[in-house]
């Protein structure tokens, strides 16, 4: 049940940045075979195991199962030698893998030395109704606030994970083609949409970059193009090839963020990397013949950062980058191709948690 405002005022809350200590991260074991044909369900489902299989031992992870794989995933995961005590499964209805853009996102407040946590349970409607069904993933919030007791706020808005970045202090990056999508929330304009940002999330700056990447179906998530390393720091994709698809949008993008002053007046800074290739021999489910391939989409856990790899002549590159902003964790590759061949990566199959107990 929803908590009212009476309840907990929302406005008290703040969404934390990636980086701050999760209780755990929640994660889809991959079911749908719309999504992932014949064998490549196979293939990502070897993608999940590597990436469980390195994240487990840093933080414990809420694995959603649907009933009907939930025997599949366990002899799965016990054959690949994962610590089941580490990974805690659920058995609940679901249509895809992507955590990020359905699952709660979680608020934070400082209350008498102490941290509560919310979650706020955003409208999810598959990325502008993409795709057919989408009301098992959609009630996720709902059945985990309900799970560990978790109040919740309803803020009335379509609204994915993956569609923004926060700093933890204030300051949101978010992306035009998708939250003033008219397939999200055509009653709403740009001024009502950055008040339920700003309401719900805890902030008080939103940056709007343009759009994104060619063969993203969400329409251009924030967290395939810049990304934070620290409250003023950020990494951004570029193309250096005029004739990439994604050039002219990945520069436009980048001059948006050299206009950007922090809270102290101070320009971002700003780190780039190329971008991997992103056209593939065939085509997506959707019949895209490009992917959203992009290292902007790692994840940052407790000692450890997720990395997806995709190109040889630039995967070492962005691995040195994230080394280097994040000194005190691990930085882990993982082979990401038959991932984003479903159109995401480790961002977006992943969701941290806060002040539950797994």
């Known amino acids: 049940?929803?908590?009212?405002?009476?309840?907990?005022?929302?406005?008290?809350?703040?969404?934390?940045?990636?980086?701050?200590p999760?209780?755990?991260?929640?994660?889809?074991?991959?079911?749908?075979?719309?999504?992932?044909?014949?064998?490549?369900?196979?293939?990502?489902?070897?993608?999940?195991?590597?990436?469980?299989?390195?994240?487990?031992?840093?933080?414990?992870?809420?694995?959603?199962?649907?009933?009907?794989?939930?025997?599949?995933?366990?002899?799965?995961?016990?054959?690949?030698?994962?610590d089941m005590n580490r990974v805690h499964l659920m058995s609940v209805p679901l249509n895809d893998v992507w955590a990020r853009d359905c699952g709660p996102i979680?608020?934070?407040?400082?209350?008498?030395?102490?941290e509560e946590v919310a979650?706020?349970?955003?409208?999810?409607?598959?990325?502008?109704?993409?795709?057919?069904?989408?009301?098992?993933?959609?009630?996720?919030?709902?059945?985990?606030?309900?799970?560990?007791?978790?109040?919740?706020?309803?803020?009335?808005m379509v609204l994915e994970g993956g569609a923004i970045e926060v700093n933890g202090e204030g300051m949101l990056l978010t992306t035009e083609s998708v939250l003033l999508n008219p397939n999200r929330n055509p009653g709403l304009n740009r001024e009502q949409i950055e008040e339920k940002l700003r309401r719900y999330l805890g902030v008080n700056r939103v940056v709007w970059l343009k759009a994104g990447l060619k063969g993203d179906d969400t329409d251009g998530h924030i967290d395939d193009l810049?990304?934070?390393?620290?409250?003023?720091?950020v990494v951004t994709m570029i193309s250096h090839d005029p004739a990439d698809v994604n050039y002219d949008v990945l520069h436009e993008n980048l001059e948006r963020l050299r206009e950007v002053r922090t809270e102290e007046g101070k320009p971002l800074r700003i780190e780039t990397l190329p971008m991997p290739k992103t056209e593939i021999e065939g085509t997506t489910v959707d019949g895209s013949t490009h992917v959203p391939a992009s290292y902007a989409n790692f994840y940052i856990a407790?000692?450890?950062?997720?990395?997806?790899?995709?190109?040889?002549?630039?995967?070492?590159?962005?691995?040195?980058?994230?080394?280097?902003?994040?000194?005190?964790?691990?930085?882990?590759g993982v082979p990401c191709a038959d991932l984003v061949w479903g159109q995401g990566g480790i961002h977006c199959i992943t969701q941290p948690l806060y002040g539950v107990g797994l």
């Open 302 to 332: 407790n000692g450890v950062v997720l990395m997806p790899l995709y190109d040889d002549r630039y995967d070492q590159q962005a691995m040195e980058l994230l080394v280097r902003a994040f000194p005190d964790r691990r930085v882990a």
């Open 119 to 156: 979650f706020t349970d955003w409208e999810f409607n598959s990325w502008g109704g993409k795709y057919s069904s989408w009301d098992a993933d959609n009630a996720i919030p709902g059945r985990l606030a309900d799970r560990f007791g978790v109040p919740r706020f309803e803020p009335g």
């Open 226 to 233: 810049t990304r934070f390393l620290a409250p003023g720091h």
């Open 106 to 114: 979680a608020v934070k407040r400082e209350k008498e030395e102490r």
């Open 22 to 82: 999760h209780s755990g991260t929640l994660m889809h074991w991959p079911s749908n075979r719309k999504t992932w044909p014949g064998e490549r369900l196979f293939r990502v489902e070897e993608v999940f195991l590597q990436i469980i299989g390195i994240l487990h031992r840093y933080e414990p992870v809420l694995l959603l199962t649907d009933p009907k794989v939930e025997d599949l995933a366990r002899q799965r995961l016990a054959g690949y030698g994962i």
């Open 1 to 20: 049940m929803a908590h009212s405002d009476s309840d907990k005022n929302p406005e008290t809350f703040r969404m934390p940045a990636e980086w701050h």
